[in-house]
Structure formats: structure tokens, C-alpha cells
């Protein structure tokens, strides 16, 4: 979808610092461009996709100089995370918006589940958004900014041969309504949770995808950009905290 196709402006978020992590693809690139394009300026953080984030980089680059920031980060590693955090907040003195949207996701069924597996499972989706939310306070609270998380619709419904992953998304979206309590007034908290918007990079045959389009109401997948929109909405508007919104074309609702 066209980022002209929504009302914004160049300066709807003019001098307002965004930092995203897992922003250089898919559901990632989505928010940095729309951010970017209503006048952001991006701290966009990439784990092994460099060659994305560069190319992402350079596309904003020629729209508006000097506005995006790449950051490399193992977000499981606390070292990483805080130092990528003290980078992040020196380049332009201030931070508006976290957006926790890097995530790990993979099957692993009860039988098969590792010691492993938890740990990477929970380390990513958990435990790197909580200390990066601590670690990233402070600053929000001087600019009243938000931290919008993005949960799954799998946090209430659990996926099968998905426990660990679908528990860890559970835990966040408790973390979200913590979180709201915690550091509000200041700063707003919420959540987003996608249904059937990308396919797993991993393979999933096409009638597993049909299946799961079918049980939407609008019976269509979604599209990034939905998600997309959403956190523009979540980081434009001024009184809704603690929530979770799902964007999943009904699918939430179906039994």
C-alpha cells in the first residue's frame, strides 16, 4: 500500500525520535517508513539483516537527509541492548517512541521443546522489550512519549506446537498493561496484536495459509501497512493507555 494513501503530514511527527528495533524488514520496514514519512526521525535497529537496514537507510535518506540511525544489537545480550541504548540516545539528545517490534518465532512442540528454545524464545520477546522499556524511561518521560509493543493474537489463543512462543507473547501483553500502570502518567503503553498479515519465513504449505485466511471475517490476509497504521494511530493519539488492539480482520473473534 502507498504511504500517500493516508493522511499524514511531513511534520505530523516533526522532531519526534522513533527508535524501532527490527526495523529493517517486513512488518518493521512497514512502521519505519510511515514514521518516517510523518516526519520522524528513526533509530532503526537490526540484529543480522544489515543489508536490509542499509538499503532501507538509503531509501529514507533520499526523502530526508540525516534522519535515520542504524544500531546493531544482539537484543538478548543486556551488554548489547545497553549499550545500543546509550547510542540510540545520543544521537539526537531525546526519545519519543520505542516501538518493541523484533520478535522470535518458530515451532517447537512440547515433546521437542529445549532449554534452548525457552531461553531464546523469552529472551527475545520478553526480555529484551522489558529492559529496553526500563532502559529507555527516563528520556520517554521527559517528552510524555509511548511504547507500543507488538503482541500476536496467539497471546490469548495459543498456537499449536507453539507453547513457548505463544507464552512468551502472553507475557508480553500482561507486560504492556504492567508497563501502562508503571510509567504512566508520563509515558502511554500499549499493544498490537497481528493476525494473518505475513507468513512465517519458515515454510507454511498454501492450504495451512487458506485455512487460517478462512477463519477471518474479511476473509483476506492482511497487509503490513495495517500494522503499520495501527502504531501511527497508537503514537499520535493522546488518551489510550494499557491496551491491546488487535489488527487480524476479525480472526480474534472466531472460535
Avoid at 516526519?39 to 544489515?50: D, K, T, V
Avoid at 533520499?62 to 540510540?88: M, T, W, Y
Avoid at 499449536?160 to 504492556?176: D, G, R
Wanted: glycine share 6%; proline share 4%.
Amino acid at each position: 500500500m502507498d504511504i500517500s494513501a493516508v493522511f499524514i503530514t511531513p511534520t505530523t511527527l516533526s522532531e519526534k525520535v522513533a527508535l524501532i528495533t527490527g526495523g529493517g524488514q517486513r512488518i518493521g520496514a512497514n512502521i519505519t517508513r510511515i514514521l518516517h514519512a510523518a516526519g520522524a526521525n528513526i533509530i532503526l535497529h537490526y540484529r543480522h539483516s544489515r543489508t536490509e537496514a542499509l538499503a532501507l537507510q538509503e531509501e529514507l535518506h533520499q526523502q530526508r537527509a540525516d534522519s535515520v540511525v542504524l544500531i546493531q544489537a544482539e537484543l538478548q545480550d543486556l551488554q548489547s541492548l545497553q549499550s545500543a541504548i546509550s547510542k540510540a540516545l545520543s544521537v539526537w539528545n531525546r526519545l519519543d517512541i520505542l516501538i518493541n517490534n523484533a520478535s522470535l518465532f518458530y515451532p517447537a512442540p512440547v515433546a521437542e521443546v529445549t532449554e534452548k528454545h525457552w531461553y531464546e524464545l523469552f529472551d527475545t520477546n520478553v526480555k529484551a522489550p522489558f529492559f529496553l522499556a526500563q532502559a529507555t524511561a527516563s528520556a520517554l518521560q521527559k517528552t510524555s512519549g509511548c511504547i507500543i509493543n507488538i503482541v500476536d493474537i496467539h497471546a490469548e489463543r495459543p498456537l499449536k506446537n507453539y507453547p513457548v512462543y505463544s507464552m512468551s507473547k502472553a507475557s508480553i501483553a500482561m507486560m504492556t498493561k504492567s508497563l501502562a500502570r508503571e510509567l504512566g502518567p508520563e509515558i502511554r503503553v500499549n499493544g498490537i496484536s497481528p493476525g494473518a498479515i505475513l507468513w512465517p519465513e519458515n515454510d507454511m504449505d498454501e492450504v495451512t495459509q487458506q485455512r487460517i485466511v478462512s477463519r477471518t471475517f474479511l476473509k483476506r490476509r492482511g497487509e503490513p501497512f495495517d500494522i503499520a497504521q495501527m502504531v501511527l494511530y497508537l503514537v499520535t493519539t493522546q488518551y489510550i493507555t494499557g491496551q491491546i488492539l488487535a489488527v487480524d480482520g476479525g480472526r480474534s473473534l472466531n472460535s
